[in-house]
């Protein structure tokens, strides 16, 4: 989180720079009211979700791999599993097929309440914080005449781009 803050910041203090270089003064206006509410709405996204799933993670709600990590590099998809393999040998009915298929699919039918649990995280305060002032910073723009599109746009990618950038070099 960290190295995204300082690239962030890096290219912001860029951004400014150039706008001040090159263009006029209504392109800062534009870059630094999308860049920072993008940029918010993308480290809110972060904490929402990290939060969502070690909280899942605490209360078991995410099974452990029984798996170790030789069998997940050889075989990814258990095509191999001998379980699997004798299973697939002796023939089945159709009846018992779509009673299996049946099964399975109550097996991972979720509830109301499951759904809820993971929806909790698209409407964190940071998010909705975030794209409230993203919003607002759209309207105060437009209802002052000094919108510029294709340069708010490009402020809305850029945060995005820095941080997936980042976070790959990392992995």
Do not use: C
């Amino acid at each position: 989180m960290k190295s995204a803050i300082i690239a962030l910041v890096v290219v912001d203090l860029i951004i400014i720079t150039l706008t001040f270089l090159f263009g006029e003064e209504n392109w800062l206006i534009n870059t630094q009211m999308a860049f920072i509410p993008s940029a918010f709405v993308m480290f809110g996204s972060m904490l929402s979700y990290r939060t969502m799933v070690k909280s899942r993670l605490d209360v078991g709600a995410i099974p452990d791999d029984e798996r170790d990590t030789l069998d997940k590099l050889e075989d990814p998809y258990e095509l191999y599993d001998d379980d699997i393999i004798k299973e697939e040998n002796r023939e089945k009915t159709l009846v018992e097929v779509v009673k299996e298929e049946r099964q399975n699919l109550k097996k991972s039918r979720r509830s109301f309440w499951q759904t809820t649990k993971d929806a909790k995280a698209s409407f964190s305060f940071y998010r909705l914080g975030s794209y409230l002032v993203l919003v607002f910073g759209f309207f105060y723009l437009n209802s002052n005449h000094i919108l510029d599109i294709p340069i708010y746009l490009l402020s809305l990618i850029i945060p995005t781009i820095v941080i997936v950038t980042v976070f790959m070099r990392k992995s």
